[in-house]
């Protein structure tokens, strides 16, 4: 048997004691934006879920293993896999998470000791587009596999693809034909950079994976303005107001300057 070289994360395990339902996805990703703190929620969209990324900032995929057994998650990135840089293919190298662990990729493999940060950019200045590959800018997705030999499910007529976490339903009050034509008529407005080389230690296994992916799931991302643009957020949330005057912009009176009277 091939074996498959994958990656081992190296003390960022956390453990978690209560079983995974079985509705849960094998390997659950969600987003979290690393300057805000904040986890960013999904909102799903006719076929698709989408994220809002703000412009700048630095963002990790959390993904959280639900099962008692280990498994292997291929890491896709606007199309490109985070650990070889290849463009991506489930059948490539990946990470392999113990039962029940759950952390955080912060960045593109760099080695076993550093990644270059996720950092939402320009779509041109995004690692995809500066490599020629700007076609799937704006996606990140996993496959899952489970070890071969290893406990399998009930069997199904075929494995689920899950698309997010919720199902998907569109948010605008517009026809259907108008919210479709709405989703594709705007461009797609950020990708994810190669950003600052940080420290994030991996080490090396063996994986024996399974035939085929377990699970599939995608999310989709652009900027805040994008999504209102698709009617996937609403057009007054707080971010539009960002550089406009306002009659409360909050606070306490502060003491006057030192000699005014």
């Not at 698709?48 to 099962?67: E, F, I, K, Q």
């Amino acid at each position: 048997m091939t074996r498959t070289l994958a990656m081992s994360l190296a003390a960022l395990a956390a453990l978690s004691c209560t079983a995974a339902a079985s509705a849960q996805p094998l390997v659950r990703m969600e987003i979290v934006d690393r300057d805000s703190g904040r986890w960013l929620e999904q909102h799903p969209q006719r076929r698709d879920t989408w994220v809002a990324g703000m412009p700048g900032h630095r963002y990790a995929v959390r993904l959280t293993n639900t099962s008692g057994e280990r498994v292997l998650v291929v890491l896709s990135v606007d199309g490109v896999n985070a650990v070889t840089g290849q463009t991506a293919d489930p059948s490539q190298a990946g990470y392999v998470l113990a039962p029940w662990q759950s952390t955080e990729i912060g960045g593109w493999r760099k080695s076993h000791h550093e990644v270059a940060q996720f950092v939402f950019t320009a779509l041109p200045d995004s690692y995809a587009a500066r490599t020629g590959r700007p076609d799937n800018v704006g996606t990140i997705g996993i496959a899952a596999f489970r070890e071969r030999g290893g406990w399998t499910p009930p069997s199904l007529p075929s494995p689920p693809i899950a698309r997010g976490t919720a199902p998907a339903k569109s948010r605008s009050a517009a026809p259907a034909s108008e919210a479709a034509d709405a989703l594709s008529t705007v461009p797609q407005r950020i990708g994810t950079g190669h950003g600052q080389r940080e420290w994030s230690p991996a080490g090396q296994t063996t994986f024996q994976r399974a035939s085929r992916p377990d699970q599939v799931t995608q999310l989709r991302y652009d900027s805040p303005r994008a999504l209102a643009a698709r009617g996937i957020l609403p057009r007054d949330m707080p971010w539009s107001q960002r550089g406009r005057p306002q009659a409360f912009p909050g606070g306490f009176v502060a003491d006057p300057p030192r000699g005014w009277r």
